[in-house]
């Protein structure tokens, strides 16, 4: 597996949206990065994750989950354009989306791969999370 | 011998329940973790050799002395590694009489409330009492036995409630939706939430929002609500005060409208998800504009000021662009759906009441007399009325 766990939290949304999403994904070092906007209290997070995540993984891909939430967390967002889930880490997600229902914050998957989508339809899981196809819609459900 | 490594909580109980703390130290008591959600190939437990397993890591009660999988129902052998056990549908997972087991279907016995927290479930869920106010739930199908009172319910497929749902003017817990009401008191929309990706049906609701894609079948009256419904809209009693989005049908059996003229508006002709985007884009553009008014006004007094608010004037613009682009395209499918128009039809056998105001397409017409048994419809861009009686 080679998404790391690290959180880099900047101080600007749209220094992190100037970085343009694509290119901060193919520095290894980092799976995941938080940002904030300002003039909210609730932060956003933007969680970016690449690889493939099997059942050997779980524990690693499920404390990478929870650790982009903090009390302030409003918002996460799952970028998986390049992962691959298996069953048992769609569980996970499944384990992560209804923490994040329980306590009142929003969780969307960015971009999630021809497979995880394949996956979630054939589970029928599809309609239970919220998809961001393009940036714009990124940037348009950010709240400020 | 052997050693069963589980893959969830095997001494999980729904009934002895605590907040749950999470990794970053916080605690909600609205989520109590009710539920071990799985689904279909997750693996769930895994048989291996006792002496792989570390001393202190044993539990004596999944030692085994032969290579036995305690499957049971809803569980099979993983295909490519029969010492694995995976679940064969999505539920929870339980141990049953000692055997791994998941189940499909949630009933939660009494009301949901503090002593389940909020529940989300990936199969279907009944609830024996009430949603309580405050709570949320979502699953695939959602059956309702008692009330819903002010609370967000989400069934991915059918929601039933067969007592009735009485919403409030209270706040949305959500943050997102409480801000969007906040910016707009013209649009008022009750906080009480509930939704179905197919049909809806109850036997009266009040204050309360419902959106279904399929169609919604209200056995007694609606009264003050927000209904968007992407099929068609039954209602059996009253339809009186409040908005409704519709495309197809509307049929009210008793009345439509109030004698006190409580604003009540059928707006048909366009998609009714569309609308409710429409309207999401439109409030959060309105508040966005004022929000940059202000910033510009702020940063327009000195240059400390200005430095202040130049990186919020930034992303004020930033996401302004992004509505605007977004609001275009909604526009453009708008005009797309406005064809459809003439196929739209509001049939009350019952009364209309003076005050109502409906807007088919482009069409729109306000009642100012009481008339009964008429049906609605579009005709060369205009609403017209026609009686149903045969003469």
Not at chain 2, 54 to 71: M, T, V
Not at chain 2, 76 to 105: Q, T
């Amino acid at each position: 597996m080679d998404y790391l766990i690290d959180v880099n939290p900047l101080e600007s949304l749209a220094e992190v949206l100037a970085l343009n999403i694509a290119e901060y994904k193919d520095d290894s070092r980092y799976a995941c990065r938080a940002f904030s906007a300002h003039g909210n209290e609730r932060q956003t997070v933007f969680g970016c994750f690449q690889g493939r995540i099997a059942l050997k993984d779980n524990q690693e891909f499920k404390a990478a989950l929870y650790d982009l939430v903090s009390e302030n967390t409003g918002k996460v967002i799952l970028d998986f354009k390049d992962v691959h889930l298996s069953r048992s880490a769609v569980g996970v997600l499944v384990g992560f989306a209804a923490s994040m229902h329980g306590r009142n914050k929003r969780l969307y998957l960015y971009r999630p791969s021809p497979q995880i989508r394949a996956s979630l339809l054939e589970l029928e899981l599809l309609p239970f999370f919220r998809i961001l196809e393009s940036e714009a819609d990124v940037v348009a459900g950010l709240r400020l | 011998m052997y050693y069963l490594h589980h893959y969830f909580d095997p001494d999980f109980r729904h009934t002895r329940l605590s907040p749950v703390w999470e990794p970053d130290g916080s605690i909600s008591s609205r989520y109590l973790g009710y539920v071990q959600n799985v689904v279909r190939g997750q693996v769930l437990a895994e048989l291996t050799d006792l002496n792989f397993v570390s001393e202190s890591a044993r539990d004596p009660r999944f030692i085994y002395p032969e290579r036995r999988l305690p499957i049971g129902p809803n569980c099979a052998a993983h295909e490519d590694n029969p010492d694995k056990i995976v679940a064969a549908a999505n539920g929870y997972v339980f141990y049953n009489n000692g055997l791994i087991s998941v189940k499909k279907l949630l009933n939660i016995r009494n009301d949901l409330g503090f002593h389940t927290g909020n529940v989300f479930f990936v199969g279907d869920v009944a609830v024996h009492g009430d949603v309580q106010t405050g709570f949320a739930l979502q699953a695939a199908n959602v059956l309702v036995k008692g009330h819903i009172e002010s609370s967000k319910v989400k069934g991915v497929v059918d929601v039933v409630c067969l007592k009735g749902i009485r919403g409030n003017a209270a706040l949305a817990s959500d943050e997102e939706e409480r801000e969007e009401e906040l910016q707009n008191d013209e649009s008022l929309i009750p906080s009480t939430l509930v939704q179905a990706g197919g049909n809806l049906r109850l036997p009266f609701c009040e204050h309360v929002q419902l959106r279904a894609r399929g169609n919604i079948i209200i056995d007694g009256s609606c009264l003050h609500s927000m209904v968007y419904v992407g099929g068609n809209l039954v209602v059996k009693g009253r339809l009186q005060g409040g908005t409704v989005f519709a495309n197809k049908l509307i049929y009210v059996e008793s009345r439509l409208g109030s004698d006190y003229g409580v604003p009540t508006r059928v707006m048909m002709g366009y998609d009714a998800f569309d609308y409710l985007k429409l309207q999401k884009v439109e409030t959060r553009m309105s508040y966005l504009k004022d929000r940059k008014a202000f910033f510009e006004s702020m940063s327009s007094r000195n240059e400390v000021m200005e430095q202040e608010y130049a990186d919020r004037l930034k992303l004020v613009k930033l996401e302004l662009r992004a509505l605007s682009q977004r609001h275009k395209i909604l526009w453009t499918r708008f005009e797309l759906d406005g064809k459809r128009a003439s196929e739209c039809r509001l049939v009350v056998p019952g009364r209309v009441m003076p005050g109502c105001e409906i807007y088919i397409g482009a069409g729109y017409l306000q009642t100012h007399d009481t008339d009964s048994d008429v049906t609605f419809y579009l005709e060369d861009d205009e609403v017209k009325m026609r009686s149903n009686k045969k003469h």
